[in-house]
């Protein structure tokens, strides 16, 4: 008796699959499941990240402090006024800007839809992973499998999606489509 090419493929084999350990980043791997229509979409996201492109870039854990001082007074934005060169304290821009450094990322904005809240096109946000979105937090959504940065607002049980520009409308979600909450942004960095 013959057997089936079937009975002699798959299923768990002892030694058989990635070494625990192993690879690029030497700790255990998990799969995950990905819709097919993004692939692609992942894949791309991933050579442009192993590449450092601007896309989401995460906060270096090992980035080194650097203090900077802080002057004792404050710059009028009305009239001047004579300030003095005293130095009050000093600033660790890591530990000012970012709460959880492990779970902190920077990405860049593409469009004007949040410009009424201070975000512009081209502008960086430092967007933190840990942070459990809340009412009125400004949040990066994925809707369709594209990132996207609105006004979370919860009501009951409804939940909108709200653009700070009057030219864009408010997403809103019914009953059965999942909305995905990829981070809670902190803060903004923009250029003047």
């Known amino acids: 008796m013959t057997e089936s090419p079937k009975s002699r493929r798959g299923g768990h084999r002892p ?15 998990k799969p995950i499941r990905v819709p097919e229509s993004q692939i692609d979409t992942i894949l791309d996201y991933l050579l442009a990240y192993r590449k450092k ?3 989401a870039r995460p906060i270096a854990s090992n980035t080194p402090r650097s203090a900077i001082p802080v002057m ?22 890591n530990e000012h800007l970012i709460l959880h450094r492990e779970t902190s990322f920077i990405l860049r904005v593409s469009g004007w839809s949040m410009m009424g809240a201070g975000i512009h096109d081209g502008d960086e946000l430092i967007v933190d992973r840990a942070i459990d979105p809340m009412d009125g937090h400004v949040v990066v959504a994925v809707i369709d499998g594209e990132l996207t940065v609105k006004r979370l607002r919860k009501s009951g049980k409804t939940i909108r999606l709200v653009a700070e520009n009057p030219e864009y409308p408010d997403i809103g979600f019914s009953d ?8 809670v942004v902190t803060r903004v960095l923009h250029k003047v």
């Open 15 to 29: 030694g058989a699959g990635r070494k625990p350990g192993t690879g690029a980043y030497s700790e255990p791997t």
């Open 53 to 55: 492109a601007p896309a």
């Open 72 to 93: 004792s007074h404050r710059v009028p934005a009305g009239f001047p006024s004579p300030a003095d060169d005293y130095v009050q304290d000093r600033v660790d821009l």
């Open 176 to 183: 059965g489509e999942e909305l995905v909450i990829w981070g």
